[in-house]
């Protein structure tokens, strides 16, 4: 799962779980059934769980693009230890 | 496996043959000119093995993995499934009920002294009540029942069950019943001849989620006999 997928994944399961708990609230106090709505909402919570919990193809629809380890030589990791014994000001 | 039982029969082939430094410098030998050689092809082979483990731990460690999700995911279920029982327990307050009671007294049975002196009497009534307005959607059961409460001067409140029921189902809140006093309606002392006392309908309600609540609706005017019988 890529990184936007890592983000609809976690929205699109806040968003269902909440729409079905409303959705079950609504439709059994409409007809008066407590049970109703625990039904509802289990079968909410499966779905939710059946479309985001497992690594979906359309989660992966933006692979990350790494460097070349040859480009990435060219470019070596600046090093820090010697230069400084305070810490660099972080913002 | 057949290519790395081939090198010792090189060795067996010429067996007046080389020292083992000499044999190692012909294998290196041999692999630079021929890149199949066993040897390399070992190492080639545990390099993708290794790829794949790598793979693997990556798999394992990521971050947003299915038990990660899969967690989020019951966590944010059950919080909602709290919201959605206070949402419950609050949506009754919403529900004005307004319920209705009669007893009617059709007959004191008998009515007598215990030799230890305490009065004892045997009722018949009718009651009929309307509890429907109680139950809402989050009512799991309804606890009623009839007491009889009078003040003496021992007691400035004595309060006798007489009768009760559990009703768990809207339909069975409409009711209407005849019986003689369920548990018995004993005084502690003398003072029932003569007395008034009120027929209280007491019930408690019992939530699905929330807190129970109960509440009476109280008839007044009943009068015990002047004379035991």
Request: hydrophobic share 40%.
């Amino acid at each position: 799962m890529d990184w936007q997928g890592q983000k609809l994944a976690e929205q699109l399961m806040q968003i269902m779980l909440l729409v079905s708990g409303v959705v079950a609230c609504a439709t059994s106090y409409i007809l008066g059934s407590f049970q109703m709505m625990v039904l509802i909402y289990a079968g909410g919570v499966v779905l939710t769980t059946l479309i985001t919990v497992p690594n979906w193809p359309f989660f992966n629809r933006h692979a990350l693009k790494w460097l070349d380890p040859s480009e990435a030589e060219k470019h070596p990791k600046p090093q820090q230890s010697v230069s400084s014994k305070k810490k660099p000001a972080k913002k | 496996m057949t290519e790395q039982n081939s090198t010792p029969v090189t060795l067996t082939k010429n067996p007046d043959g080389p020292t083992k430094t000499k044999l190692k410098l012909q294998e290196r030998l041999a692999a630079v000119e021929n890149p199949a050689e066993p040897r390399q092809r070992i190492q080639i082979w545990s390099l993708k093995r290794e790829k794949k483990k790598k793979k693997k731990r990556k798999k394992k460690g990521e971050m947003h993995s299915f038990g990660y999700r899969f967690n989020a995911l019951l966590t944010f279920a059950v919080t909602i499934l709290a919201l959605m029982c206070a949402i419950a327990s609050l949506s009754d307050n919403l529900n004005i009920p307004s319920p209705s009671a009669e007893i009617q007294i059709v007959n004191i049975n008998w009515f007598q002294k215990h030799r230890q002196g305490n009065d004892e009497v045997s009722l018949t009534m009718n009651i009929s009540a309307d509890l429907q307005s109680l139950f809402t959607w989050n009512t799991k059961q309804v606890f009623v029942f009839v007491a009889a409460e009078y003040e003496t001067t021992k007691n400035s409140l004595n309060q006798i069950s007489l009768w009760d029921a559990i009703i768990q189902a809207r339909e069975d809140a409409r009711f209407w019943i005849h019986t003689s006093n369920k548990y018995r309606f004993v005084d502690q002392g003398i003072y029932l001849r003569g007395k008034e006392f009120n027929l209280t309908l007491h019930w408690h309600v019992m939530r699905k989620t929330g807190k129970m609540s109960a509440d009476k609706i109280v008839m007044s005017g009943y009068r015990f006999p002047e004379e035991y019988r």
